[in-house]
């Protein structure tokens, strides 16, 4: 509280905004078949899609991490020519409509893509349909989160601390190790959990990519469109999971999104 | 060991000019002004920007020789006393000083042994554990100084290292300061923009203006003799430039002053110190020769007395007590005269800062 009264053309406004967007989520935990959940969520095909989304959501943020935080490095520190319109190109994946980047992703690696076409011919390596392509689409839709929320850690951080590592004998992969990324630790760490929670949403991309088939691709968003089509309350079950999922990912942020102001 | 130090660097549309040479045993102050290059200079002498021309020789080792040789900071034994310390906030302190042997090869055991004697030598061994948030701005700087000396480097080089401190701790800090830096053997190089630093720590002070070094000489040397308004004003003495003729000085810019050195001929510097000029309500009779008149521009408070700027030819600043302030009503704007007397001018040939 700041003592500031809110003027009503504001405070109405802002309220319905509010009402809009809370609603939904305590209308779903009222309409959850509370009785039914145990049963639901232990059942095999969800045990199947959890365990799959995962498995490729992790598999997503590893990736990620190995090759988007030297990305956001190399964004940060500008090394690489025209940084801008690389930072822009990067960041096109977080604005595309996610179906968009499934279609992109088929030409591309698709049996008769550019490169995936290559690969099926000379050696056989399909992506579309599989559970690699699964996580080739997660990581495609997720990683610009890590590499965004990262170059901004990068970038805030000091330069003078790795000119000192430097002075005293450091080498470049020893400052990077020891000096820089235990200072962007929190920058890292939001990055990688923004990253993990997209990539455990992710349907658009996925389905348009690598279909929807039980066990094989069909991950936890899929699963729950799926059952919308047969049994509204074991679609309703799941997503009560994925909601818990997203609210813990805010308690792991809150320094982030919890604060009154900014510090 | 020496610093041989003869090149140039430009960044956008600044160039550092530098020639100069720094001998082992010796304490380099280099004083200048914000935005003259003092910071430049030193990442330059650690390696952490390069040269477009000329060359850096520390002893006989060439770490750099534009274009080609750029001799890196980890290879090139120096210690750097960051300003604001740039301690590393997630390693402890005794982490922090582990740092620089531990880089270079020591084991984990070796260096941190080394860090502790470090710690002990300077008396700060009850820190060990904490973090640099835990530790005063005081306690920092001498951490980062341990910092810097655990690799045993030939060159110290530190940028500004007072300058973060509050008044107190300046002092004591300061003195602690010099004991350490004296007692080191290579070449040590400090940048800062007070002079009263200078003034302590340093045997020699390299005056830098622009990019380009101004002055050399030791802090006595700049006292009596100040090249340029710059560290006339430092040393807060009236630098005034002129012809000399037959003990009769023509001021640039107008006016005429009589000063003793008869001899005097050409192009001169005249020093005219702030406390031998006394002022006037009404022209003075007496024997002061040296009599002309001015207006009251600008007061200012020193602890004990006050600076009175005198818009006049020349123009002048003198030091004066307050009873002397309010006994002649001064404020800004009052018609004054100026007066001092002819020896306690001292005037030099321009022509003996041509050799630096």
Redesign the interface.
Same mark, same amino acid.
């Given at each position: 509280m700041r003592g500031q009264r809110a003027p009503l053309f504001l405070l109405v406004p802002g309220l319905v905004a509010l009402i809009f967007l809370v609603v939904p989520l305590i209308t779903l935990l009222a309409q959850t078949p509370w009785e039914a959940f145990p049963k639901i969520i232990s059942s095999p095909e969800a045990l199947v899609a959890l365990r799959l989304s995962i498995i490729t959501s992790l598999a997503a943020t590893g990736l990620a991490a190995v090759f988007g935080i030297p990305m956001a490095w190399l964004l940060a520190r500008e090394v690489l020519p025209f940084t801008g319109l690389l930072r822009a190109l990067v960041i096109v994946p977080l604005l595309l409509p996610p179906v968009v980047s499934g279609v992109a992703l088929l030409e591309a690696l698709g049996r008769r893509g550019l490169v995936g076409g290559f690969l099926y011919d000379n050696f056989d390596i399909t992506f579309p349909f599989t559970t690699v392509g699964v996580v080739i689409a997660t990581t495609f839709v997720a990683m610009p989160f890590l590499i965004i929320t990262l170059e901004g850690g990068f970038r805030s951080l000091h330069q003078r601390y790795e000119d000192a590592a430097a002075t005293l004998g450091a080498s470049s992969k020893r400052i990077f190790f020891k000096v820089t990324m235990p200072m962007v630790a929190p920058a890292a760490v939001a990055g990688l959990v923004l990253c993990w929670a997209r990539a455990l949403g992710e349907f658009g991309a996925t389905i348009t990519f690598a279909g929807n088939f039980p066990g094989v691709t069909q991950t936890m968003p899929l699963a729950v469109y799926t059952a919308l089509e047969s049994d509204r309350s074991v679609a309703i079950a799941l997503s009560l999971v994925l909601l818990v999922v997203s609210v813990g990912v805010l308690v792991a942020l809150r320094g982030r999104y919890l604060q009154t102001r900014a510090s | 060991m020496k610093i041989l130090a003869n090149f140039t660097a430009t960044r956008g549309d600044f160039t550092l000019d530098i020639d100069t040479i720094v001998s082992a045993g010796t304490v380099t102050a280099v004083l200048g002004p914000n935005g003259s290059g003092k910071s430049t200079l030193l /990442?330059v002498l650690?390696? !952490?920007q390069g040269i477009d021309s000329g060359e850096i020789v520390f002893g006989d080792r060439v770490v750099n020789a534009a274009p080609s040789i750029h001799v @890196?900071?980890?290879? /090139?034994s #120096?210690? #750097?006393v960051?300003?604001?310390y740039?301690l590393?906030?997630?390693l402890t302190v005794l982490e922090n000083i582990a740092?620089?042997p531990r @880089? !270079?090869g020591a084991s984990k055991k070796d260096a941190q042994t080394k860090a502790q004697s470090q710690l002990n030598s300077l008396a700060i061994i009850e820190l060990a554990d904490r973090k640099p948030s835990q530790i005063s701005g005081g306690q920092a700087q001498r951490v980062a100084l341990a /910092?810097?000396l655990?690799?045993q480097p030939s060159v110290l080089l530190l940028d500004e290292p007072l300058a973060a401190l509050d008044a107190q701790t300046r002092e004591s800090v300061r003195t602690e300061l010099e004991e350490q830096i004296k007692a080191f053997e290579g070449c040590v190089v400090f940048v800062t923009h007070d002079p009263l630093d200078a003034m302590i720590l340093a045997d020699r002070v390299v005056v830098l203006e622009n990019g380009s070094i101004t002055q050399e000489g030791s802090p006595g040397e700049l006292a009596a003799r100040p090249a340029t308004d710059y560290v006339a004003t430092l040393m807060g003495v009236n630098l005034i430039r002129g012809v000399a003729l037959a003990g009769v000085l023509q001021v640039e810019g107008g006016g005429v002053l009589q000063i003793p050195q008869q001899l005097l001929e050409g192009e001169v510097l005249a020093v005219l110190r702030p406390e031998a000029i006394t002022l006037h309500l009404n022209k003075p009779e007496g024997s002061a020769r040296n009599v002309w008149p001015g207006t009251v521009r600008a007061l200012t408070p020193m602890h004990d007395r006050i600076r009175v700027s005198i818009d006049a030819s020349p123009p002048v600043v003198a030091t004066i007590t307050h009873a002397s302030v309010a006994e002649l009503k001064l404020s800004v704007g009052t018609p004054i005269w100026v007066s001092t007397k002819t020896l306690t001018i001292e005037a030099f040939s321009k022509s003996v800062f041509a050799s630096t």
């Open positions: - | /990442r650690a390696g !952490l @890196s900071p980890q290879d /090139r #120096v210690g #750097v960051f300003q604001d740039a590393f906030p997630h740092f620089g @880089s !270079l /910092r810097a655990a690799t």
